[in-house]
């Protein structure tokens, strides 16, 4: 009897410290959800800018851009741009990139990934077409630039992807700017053109590559004998297709089973050169994958 008495008082005395510490980690993981760092004395009243919400103690719930939340639920943006400093390397990275010293850019936001790269969990697919998570650890932020004159005439403007973490060019697009106004450098009459004037596929084909040999850190991929460029034209057969691709992709690297690239599975860059020469599009995801 005793010793039946003796185990029972020591099985009830583990059920009390798992619960006083169990009770006592609720407590503060309500309270430092909360109210983090003393915020619990904040006036909540008074929070209106994403600085008084840090200031204040909460916490920041999300990143690029940094996003603060109040105990009440409430979320505010940090809208300041990166230091100057940072943004003076992305921009020096495009102007080599572009071979344009005196290339007129303007900042205009940052983001978790650049558009055509991003990785995937637990990816289930549904009618409309699949709802998916966005892993932290596979976070590639970049500073998005908008080139200030136009192209050619054509009221559009290229737009600059580059990685916040090693200042790389990853992704080059042609967008209509954000801000349309008379005061921007340049004019646009509507007319221009990426196709004219001709030039042979040879000629294109050096200008494609001369991209890749501006950026020899991040294209070291291309001296490789076992990835070859994939060529494809917009108009299959013709002499001068308005746009000329060529593609690698690296199908010795592949994400980690369990997640899935959108759009590529494998390190991938694409360039597209216009009949005319110019640059329609560029995407170099290969230094993503590490």
Sequence with gaps: MNKTMTKNAKI???IAVVAVLG???GVYH??????PRGAEKADLAQIKTFEQCTDAGFPIIK???DQCQTSDGRIFINENPPSETELTKAESAIRTFMEDQNLELEY????RHPANFSVLSNVKQND????ADTPEEWYRPVYIFQQKNFIDDRCEVYQYQVTIKTNQVVEIGIVYPIERNATMPGNCPGNGSLETPLKTKAEIEQIAFAYFGRDPEHTKFMIRSDIQPQYISSKPGATNPAQNEW??????VSLPDGLMGDPWQHPIARIIISSGGKL???LNTTELFD
């Design 12 to 14: 009830y005395a583990v």
């Design 23 to 25: 009770a006592g980690y």
């Design 30 to 35: 309500l309270l430092g959800s909360k109210a």
């Design 63 to 65: 990143h690029y851009p």
């Design 108 to 111: 205009i936001t940052q983001k």
């Design 128 to 131: 409309g077409g699949f709802m």
């Design 247 to 252: 593609r690698w992709e690296d199908k010795n």
């Design 280 to 282: 329609v599009y560029y």
